[in-house]
């Protein structure tokens, strides 16, 4: 489930990309608050994913509450009140590296590294081991919304 996470004055909200909070992960935005430490408005591109015993994420277990979220996060936004949406992708996810570089190790923010250059590999890849998809973003492009949101919406 693609989702922004949003941190301000200690306090995270998940929403949808129209929006939309997600109120039943309120222990999974206590645990990014916590983790992140941040002292002005945080946004965070990313995922909320439960892994099987594998470490293979099963949205099964995440519609169904069979184990602990955690947040995958591919890229940065906004980062204590800095917009980073005009930067490049591999600038904003450079940021993004360093400011999760100290959360705890067993932290439920997860840092999701890119892959450049082998695209079709890691297609391959991902239908072979039967998993969910890929997020794709041209590592020179700056941050570009969805189209499809809700005209107005912001964080």
Request: hydrophobic fraction near 40%; charge should be positive.
């Amino acid at each position: 489930m693609v989702i922004l996470s949003v941190t301000k004055a200690g306090r995270t909200q998940l929403l949808s990309r129209n929006g939309h909070p997600f109120t039943s992960f309120a222990d999974l935005e206590k645990a990014i608050a916590a983790d992140l430490n941040v002292q002005d408005t945080t946004v965070i591109d990313g995922e909320i994913v439960c892994l099987d015993r594998r470490d293979r994420p099963q949205f099964k277990n995440l519609l169904f509450h069979r184990s602990e979220p955690c947040f995958f996060a591919f890229d940065l936004l906004i980062c204590n009140g800095k917009d980073w949406r005009a930067e490049p992708l591999i600038d904003r996810k450079q940021e993004l590296r360093r400011m999760l570089s100290r959360v705890p190790a067993n932290s439920r923010l997860k840092y999701v590294d890119h892959v450049d250059g082998s695209g079709t590999a890691l297609f391959q890849c991902v239908c072979e081991l039967d998993l969910e998809g890929i997020v794709a973003k041209h590592r020179f492009a700056a941050y570009v919304a969805d189209r499809r949101a809700a005209p107005g919406s912001r964080f």
